[in-house]
């Protein structure tokens, strides 16, 4: 079982690199403005995710749906251990990456908002409340 353990988590490990690998690329579109290059990106990612869930799926299937910490105590086998480690470490990265793109994005739309009410402001009146706020008198 351990073996098998191994090569299933050797093969997520290349799946989870991939995925990295396709969040850079999608933060590099984000950085140039590339519309066309973040959609592209879109379709990859999902994929990557697929490949990383079926890995996922086939691990648990040995595992049992045990925790990895206990069997990683349980076998005592290094090249084990450090496979764990590396995924564990990726699986940061692509947190990480993930944020920064969400961050990013969501950067982008904020500004592109204001720019629309600059460009296109509201016209219906606006009124002060009691407590000195601008409201909508339309409401």
């Known amino acids: 079982m351990v073996q098998k353990l191994n090569k299933v988590m050797v093969q997520e490990t290349e799946a989870v690199r991939n995925l990295l690998l396709e969040l850079e690329e999608q933060h590099r579109c984000i950085i140039v403005n590339d519309i066309f290059g973040m959609e592209a990106c879109v379709n990859k990612i999902k994929?990557?995710?697929k490949n990383i869930a079926f890995m996922e799926v086939e691990r648990r299937g040995l595992t049992?749906?045990?925790?990895?910490?206990?069997?990683?105590?349980?076998?005592?086998?290094?090249?084990?251990?450090?496979?764990?480690?590396?995924?564990?470490?990726?699986?940061?990265?692509?947190i990480l990456q993930k944020d920064t793109n969400e961050l990013l994005i969501r950067q982008g739309l904020s500004f592109t908002n204001k720019m629309l009410n600059v460009l296109n402001p509201s016209r219906e009146t606006k009124t002060y409340n009691a407590y000195g706020k601008v409201k909508n008198s339309m409401r």
């Open 47 to 49: 994929e990557a995710n």
């Open 64 to 94: 049992k749906n045990k925790a990895m910490g206990i069997i990683i105590e349980e076998a005592h086998n290094l090249e084990l251990e450090k496979n764990y480690n590396i995924i564990k470490m990726l699986l940061e990265e692509v």
